[in-house]
């Protein structure tokens, strides 16, 4: 019963982990639009190279958010393997990988909120103050 209920909370982990990932694919489809508008006071100076950097940062952590969903996914469909497997060493091994990935996801949370904190911080700096003429 106890392998039961801590398989239980690797499973939630899991989806957790996946739910943060959804979401973080979601505000980065919005992120990416927002650097790519018109919203930005033109006179600004390094604009440009800014955003750039910006969506660079975003091009390497999309990637990253992907690797990850792929090790999730993998990992999850290991965590049945808990129930067949006698040994304890076959545990001690995915809790062993699911540590690192643990490590793993929560770096590249913190990654994505400091870059995050980055961009919003810029942006609501040199967004138009001011209404377009037509």
Known sequence: ?????????????????????????????????????????????????????????FAESKKEKERLKKLICGHESHLGGIFECTAKTCDDKYYEKHNKLQNRVSQFLDDYLNLKTKVYGYAGSVLKRRKPVD
């Open 1 to 57: 019963m106890v392998v039961q209920n801590k398989i239980e909370d690797l499973h939630i982990e899991l989806q957790n982990w996946k739910s943060h990932l959804q979401f973080i694919e979601d505000e980065m489809s919005f992120i990416q639009k927002l650097l790519n508008s018109y919203v930005f006071e033109p006179r600004t100076p390094n604009l440009f190279e800014r955003l750039e950097q910006f969506k660079q940062g």
